[in-house]
């Protein structure tokens, strides 16, 4: 089995240049392990093997990717680097973007962030070098690849990927309405609602967790987020938000949250009203407590 | 004979997608000089008014990651002001903190990348790694390395407790006397000398004509510096924490110079920061969060890391925008590029171009 020398080169596709900005300490600071890997950086696209692609792809840069793609050599391997080189995030419904880049280039290894940590970037590009040796040896390329860093940490308070906690959500929404790069999604079906957060379109901002009244959804510190290809659309957090069986009429109704009720209701103390009735019920009861 | 070079879009020494069309005669000097941008244009000023004002305070900040405190703050400032809204005392010094570390780090890159260019590699290991410290900093307060998402359409999102104003000194302490060595070596490293000073030389008549604003400004003797013209925020109401402009004025208007500009505006920011953090004003950090915006317009400036940003707003009343325009600071200085070129060597077009601390991102949008 031969060891191919790792040559990069980078694409700045149209990106606010945060990935490119954290792309430099990635390679110029020893502590985030590139230097380990033996990778080369190149002047000229024609000697590199591995891409590494920033940005959503604006139609401006089109016509030039696709140019400096024609000139690379064979065998090569892809990394998109940051949540717009895999999916656009942020700015998918601009007119100004053609992309995300897979539909030009074939993509191998997705870095979702905005931007990714360099620790991030660096898993991303270990994983590119791997899936380089196995397409120069004509193995498969594997569905997953193990964390190949392993002793990278984050701190408590880094924002990484969301978490949503089902018990606490009411699905209101508020989370779906202040996600700028619509990475939540809440379908409602037969069961209740099912809440699906994409992290390949999450731009880590943390507005739904900050906005979030009942504190249901949340960041972790992991950033786990570097994957293949084949998992892009795989890496979806998806909870069925369950209804509740009113106590009273029976019917299924969604229940609120404590913080919710709290916003309702000033001036009661929140603690003594009875959450397991449906809100007609609960009209029904509170018109009866006022006005029989 | 004149000779025709291209560089880009795509080169390792730029840090963004430009082109350059340029001229040069038989000694490799430039006669000639195109600029091509608009490849990172992704249509901002459409997106802007597509999002609501909560989505808006997170796009605005991917204008540009490198002063991604800088365009939020200005954004909701221009709501607050259409909304009559005055925010507490200790908000505006949460963003003031927010805003100078940015400031650090920012212009810490600028200089590392200088350096990278110059091919003084301890020099750019040494900046890189100072720079690091503020990186990580960032990450431990604000959660991510680049994109705090610190502010809110009536304060701020975060607050400081004691011990995150430790880690903040504490950082601080260790980052100033690195700061003020590299400081020193920047002004008489012989090999940076000789590669920087007298290239890309931008006399004060062509600056004033031109108008150009922040360090470049500061780097050719002009202060324009909207923190002190027309201060905004807490430094309308402590004075003396506007900058001392004349610590980072310099006459020579090169590259070096442009650098060494810099430098004083580090060591500003770092002395603000700690000025703002040993008299936190006590109070709410935020008004409401998410308040009533009626129909109105709003300018608003600030002084973002590379200079005077100008944020345009205008409302009908509605949860979304219907115009948000803004001039950034790259724009005037992008102009400055053509007197820089023009006459000097082919092999410093990139340094040049990094010695404006060019945002294009924030120019196409």
Redesign the interface.
């Known amino acids: 089995m031969s060891e191919v020398v790792p040559k990069l ?14 792309f ?2 990635t390679i ?2 020893e ?1 985030f392990g590139v230097s380990t890997l033996g990778v080369e ?3 000229d ?1 024609k000697d590199a093997n591995i891409i590494a692609i920033t ?2 792809l ?4 089109e016509s ?1 990717l696709k140019s ?1 793609v024609g000139k690379i050599r064979h065998p090569y391997v892809v990394v998109g680097v940051g949540t717009c080189a895999v999916t656009c995030g ?2 998918r ?5 053609n992309g995300p880049t897979d539909k030009i280039v074939d993509v191998n290894v997705n870095v979702a962030g ?2 990714p ?2 620790q991030s970037i660096a898993e991303g590009i270990a994983k590119g070098i791997k899936v380089l040796n196995q397409v120069m040896n004509g193995e498969d390329i594997p569905k997953t690849i193990d964390t190949i860093f392993k002793d990278f940490s ?2 408590e ?3 990484g990927r969301m978490d949503l906690n089902p018990d606490m959500c009411t699905a209101c929404r508020t989370c779906e ?5 619509t990475a939540i999604k809440i379908t409602e079906i037969a069961q209740g609602h099912v809440h699906n957060i994409w992290h390949n379109s999450c ?5 739904c967790a ?2 979030c009244p009942t504190g249901a959804i949340f ?1 972790t510190n992991s950033f786990d987020t570097v994957k293949l290809q084949s998992e892009k659309f795989e890496d979806v957090n998806s909870e069925i938000i369950k209804p509740s069986d009113c106590s009273s009429c029976g019917d299924s109704y969604m229940p609120p949250s404590r913080g919710l009720l709290g916003k309702g209701y000033v001036h009661d103390d929140v603690k003594k009203l009875d959450t397991t009735i449906c809100s007609k019920c609960r009209k029904e009861a509170n018109f009866k407590r006022m006005y029989a | 004979m004149s000779e025709k070079i291209e560089i880009g ?2 080169h ?1 020494e ?4 430009v082109y350059f069309k340029l001229e040069v005669d038989e000694h490799r000097m430039v006669e000639k000089v195109e600029i091509i941008n ?7 000023e ?2 802007v008014t ?3 004002f ?6 605005t ?6 002063c ?1 405190n800088n365009h939020p703050m200005t954004y909701a400032m221009a709501v607050e002001k259409i909304s009559g809204i005055t925010i507490p005392l200790r908000a505006e010094a949460l963003r003031v903190v927010a805003d100078e570390v940015k400031r650090v780090a920012s212009d810490m ?1 600028n200089l ?2 200088l350096t ?1 260019i110059a091919h003084t590699h301890e020099l ?2 040494d900046t ?2 100072t ?2 410290h503020m ?1 990580d900093l960032k ?9 705090m ?1 610190s502010n809110l359409l009536t304060g701020t ?1 975060y607050d400081l407790d004691d011990r995150k104003v430790k880690i903040i000194l504490d950082t601080l302490d260790t980052v100033e006397p690195k700061i003020r060595d590299l400081k020193e070596r920047y002004e008489n490293d012989e090999e940076l000398k000789t590669k920087t000073v007298g290239v890309g030389v931008l006399p004060l008549e062509d600056a004033l004509e031109i108008g150009v604003t922040g360090p470049v400004a500061r780097g050719s003797g002009i202060n324009n510096d909207v923190r002190v013209m027309a201060p905004y925020g807490l430094y309308a109401y402590r004075p003396e924490l506007q900058p001392n402009v004349t610590l980072s004025l310099r006459k020579e208007g090169d590259v070096h110079a442009r650098a060494m500009a810099r430098f004083g505006d580090i060591l500003e920011a770092v002395r603000i920061i700690r000025d703002v953090v040993a008299d936190m004003p006590e109070g709410d950090t935020y008004v409401d ?2 308040p009533h915006i009626p129909a109105g317009e709003a300018v608003v400036r600030t002084e973002a890391p590379r200079g005077e940003l100008i944020y345009y707003l205008k409302t009908d009343g509605s949860q979304k925008p219907v115009r948000m325009r803004w001039k950034v600071p790259t724009f005037t200085n992008w102009e400055a590029l053509k007197v820089m070129i023009l006459g000097d060597k082919v092999d410093n077009v990139t340094m040049i171009l990094n010695s404006i601390d060019p ?3 924030c120019t196409d949008r």
């Open positions: 080169f980078r694409i700045n596709t149209g990106s606010c240049n945060g990935c490119d900005v954290e430099m300490p110029l600071v502590k950086m190149v002047e696209i940005g959503p604006t139609a401006r840069s030039f400096a942020i700015f419904d601009s007119y100004a973007i905005c931007p940590r360099p984050a701190p308070s880094f924002r309405t202040v996600c700028p790069s731009c880590y901002c943390g507005n900050y906005f960041s | 879009p795509f390792t730029l840090e963004e997608s608009g490849f990172i244009h992704r249509g901002m459409s997106l597509k999002k609501n909560m989505q808006n305070l997170i796009l900040e991917r204008v540009c990651s490198l991604s890159f590392s990348m990278h750019m290991k890189m790694n720079r690091e990186q990450e431990v307060i604000w959660g991510n390395r680049m994109d998402s999102k969060k998410r945002c294009i991102s």
